[in-house]
């Protein structure tokens, strides 16, 4: 086990296994080291040693584990330095993904091309139990379209390596009960990485679960406008082609959405009416049985004999259940 304790710091609980742990010898345990300060037994009691198959809890630890880090002895602070050194960097080559930029805003905007839209995030918390729990919540609240990815979840308060690991996933870091060092936020704040503080999980879960509804493609609400056949077209320099037509039901209305038919086949999906004229003047809308001029953004393909249809699109936010 592993927990950040208020008063004495990363504690980590472990079970030696062969030789002897004693106070004042240099441990490295996953990404953390230290000098070994205090050994206490299950009955909060100081010890000077602990020999094989003997669960003492261990303080001294620069920050806390995580539950099976492989914990040993080593000579020296130079030697436990590079080997966590090391390990850090593996865990950083692991998750990297494209750097950049690393706040939920900035995120949420470059998700909409992939198929499943992934949330990285880096968990730090009080407690292993605590961040075992929310990580299990994050990613059971995704669908098939948005997920969150858990990059990293540990105890112990945020340092300069959590930093580095979140920058180089393009993760934001979730801090529950902790809070990072004067030299993380310097970092965070270079890098552009995001720290969010909370104390209560549901406030962090809905704060994830509105974070992903974000993320969802929003639902395209189509509302019918009216219908108008193309007359005549008129091809006019300067100002490019000009649909004459008539509306044959409901109304158009500038700066609708159109689809254009042509012998039964879309021609334009989603365009634009973005030119509409009664006669010189410019309008806003033409009811059915008047004739007008139509001028489609982006669409010069205008053909005697087309079919428009003319709507209005509404975009619906979504929801994770």
């Known amino acids: 086990e592993a927990k950040l304790d208020k008063g004495r710091g990363p504690v980590g609980t472990v079970l030696v296994k ?13 990404g953390s080291w230290g000098k070994v300060r205090a050994l206490l037994n299950e009955r909060n009691e100081q010890l000077t040693e602990a020999g094989p198959s003997v669960p003492v809890e261990i303080l001294g630890l620069d920050e806390a584990p995580s539950p099976g880090d492989v914990f040993a002895v080593v000579d020296s602070e130079a030697r436990a330095r590079e080997l ?19 706040s939920l805003v900035d995120m949420m905007a470059k998700l909409g091309s992939k198929k499943i839209s992934e949330l990285p995030v880096v968990i730090k918390s009080d407690v292993q139990g605590s961040g075992e729990a929310i990580a299990a919540s994050l990613e059971k609240m995704g669908n098939d379209e948005v997920r969150a990815r858990i990059v990293y979840s540990g105890a112990g308060g945020i340092t300069e390596s959590d930093v580095n690991l979140a920058k180089s996933a393009g993760a934001p870091i979730l801090g529950f009960n902790v809070r990072a060092s004067k030299q993380a936020r310097d970092l965070a704040e270079r890098e552009g990485v995001e720290i969010r503080y909370y104390s209560i999980i549901y406030d962090l879960l809905d704060d994830m679960k509105g974070v992903l509804s974000g993320m969802l493609a929003p639902l395209q609400r189509e509302t019918f406008l009216g219908n108008a056949a193309v007359l005549q077209v008129f091809d006019i320099s300067k100002i490019g082609k000009i649909a004459g037509c008539r509306v044959t039901e409901g109304v158009v209305r500038k700066g609708a959405r159109v689809r254009i038919i042509r012998e039964d086949v879309v021609v334009l999906e989603l365009g634009v009416l973005n030119t509409l004229k009664r006669f010189k003047d410019e309008v806003n809308e033409v009811p059915s049985g008047q004739e007008c001029g139509m001028q489609f953004q982006g669409f010069q393909d205008i053909k005697e004999g087309d079919y428009i249809e003319c709507f209005t699109v509404e975009e619906i936010k979504r929801t994770l259940d």
């Not at 030789?19 to 345990?29: E, P, Q, S």
């Not at 390990?87 to 950083?92: C, G, L, N, T």
């Open 84 to 102: 966590t050194e090391y390990r850090q960097r593996v865990k950083r080559e692991k998750a990297q993904v494209s750097g950049g930029s690393v």
């Open 18 to 30: 062969r030789g002897t742990l004693k106070r004042g010898d240099i441990v490295v345990a996953g």
